[in-house]
């Protein structure tokens, strides 16, 4: 008798062919959802760097350095050029004005000291000369004037008396005209002893005038000569510190070399050294701040050196209020030199972020803090420290501000 089998639900081929059917719609549905849904990546929280949103003042500042200097500095350099014959005072030593400070010698210069003074001598010598020649000449006419004068006055006496003679005919016609030709030679001869001796007193005077303007040159000449061999004695130009001598005994110094400095130390300065690329921003009287032992203190730009040296140029900045205590010349300080006002603004803080991002999105922590999901961001002005957030988040959010290197194009990352 047969007996009727029974045919079963499930088989093996029946649960195999099930099974790969929905394993292919569990792939197309996990296809489906991770092409058109958010991609995710788990993260570590303590690997990530979390920064609130927040609104504050805001100013526009940038790092520099700078080097504490006295607030003059005198330099010291060689007017005459010579050896060094002495050192009067060591480096660093604090120094009155015109103490001597180092001695030098200039052999060629002294010998032209002694020319100059030699020569002057001899114009002097000369000048005396003159004057010696000039008033025995005067004292000759004086006497030859004197002669002349008495020669006239006896001319005088006989021609009047033979006039009176002659008009009495008592003498004769041919000896009246005698003495009165007597006369009138004696009267001509007095006129011209008068304009020579005129003319030797202008020609003595205009001599002698010409002589002492000469010596009076040369004095000068022989002054600034002095003045010269004087200036191989180097000495201070003002009260201060001595700093930066360059010079030994032995040593050749030429003429406008740099021998040393003195620093005036009635306040100090701060040479600062800045990118060229803030060189069109940086002005007079911009303000920076200082750190000095935990307490601020406010410097300004007062003078600009344009002149740009290996990509940097540099500025002089003072002290606004008080000058800290026990500042050093030579001393290092950090400043933030500020390019603007200070603003109120939405701001985060700088991270690694912006290198993938541009700065044009962000990961943004939901409220729960358990993901963070892209957002678009537009941000504005930066300091070392900070973004200006211009739009995409608000005051309160946090953001991731770490490095996204390893993120790829994660549209959430979940937060373990």
């Known amino acids: ?106 052999t060629d210069l002294e010998l032209s ?47 009047k008396l033979n006039k009176h003679l002659h008009d009495e005919k008592v003498i004769g016609g041919q000896e009246f005209k005698a003495t009165q030709n007597n006369y009138n030679y004696q009267l001509n001869r007095k006129k011209l002893n008068d304009q020579t001796l005129s003319q030797d007193e202008i020609s003595n005077r205009q001599q002698i005038g010409q002589m002492a303007s000469s ?16 200036d191989l004695v180097v000495r201070a130009p003002v009260d201060g510190q001595l700093t930066s001598l360059d010079a030994e005994v032995g040593q050749s110094k030429t003429k406008g070399e740099r021998l040393g400095q003195i620093d005036v130390l009635s306040g100090h300065k701060v040479r600062v050294d800045i990118d060229e690329h803030y060189i069109s921003r940086i002005m007079i009287g911009q303000v920076g701040e200082a750190t000095i032992a935990g307490k601020p203190y406010n410097l300004k730009i007062n003078k600009i050196y344009t002149q740009v040296n290996n990509g940097r140029f540099q500025v002089d900045m003072i002290f606004m209020d008080a000058v800290p205590e026990g500042i050093r010349r030579g001393q290092s300080l950090q400043i933030r030199l500020a390019l603007s006002d200070e603003t109120q603004a939405l701001l985060i803080a700088k991270g690694g972020f912006f290198q993938q991002t541009g700065g044009n999105w962000i990961y943004k922590l939901s409220e729960d803090g358990t993901k963070a999901y892209r957002v678009d961001l537009q941000l504005g002005r930066e300091n070392p420290d900070y973004y200006e957030i211009l739009s995409g988040l608000k005051e309160g959010e946090k953001v991731v501000t770490s490095s996204y290197e390893n993120y790829g194009d994660m549209q959430e990352l979940i937060l373990k």
């Open 1 to 106: 008798m047969d007996r009727k089998i029974e045919k079963k639900t499930w088989t093996p081929k029946r649960i195999i062919t099930i099974a790969g059917i929905a394993g292919i719609f569990l792939l197309i549905l996990g296809s489906w959802y991770f092409t058109s849904g958010n991609t995710r990546l788990n993260v570590q929280s303590e690997r990530i760097t979390i920064s609130e949103v927040k609104k504050s003042s805001f100013q526009v500042f940038i790092p520099v350095n700078g080097v504490v200097m006295p607030v003059t500095t005198i330099y010291l350099d060689a007017i005459e050029g010579g050896r060094v014959e002495e050192k009067l005072v060591e480096d660093g030593a604090m120094v009155k004005k015109d103490q001597p400070i180092l001695r030098l010698s200039n």
């Open 215 to 230: 010596y009076s040159r040369m004095q000068n000449a022989l002054s600034l000569m002095r003045r010269k061999v004087g």
């Open 113 to 159: 000291l002694a020319n100059q003074e030699t020569a002057v001598f001899e114009v002097l010598t000369q000048m005396q000369n003159t004057k010696n020649n000039a008033v025995q000449n005067t004292i000759q006419q004086l006497n030859q004037q004197a002669e002349v004068e008495n020669s006239l006055a006896e001319a005088e006496r006989i021609y």
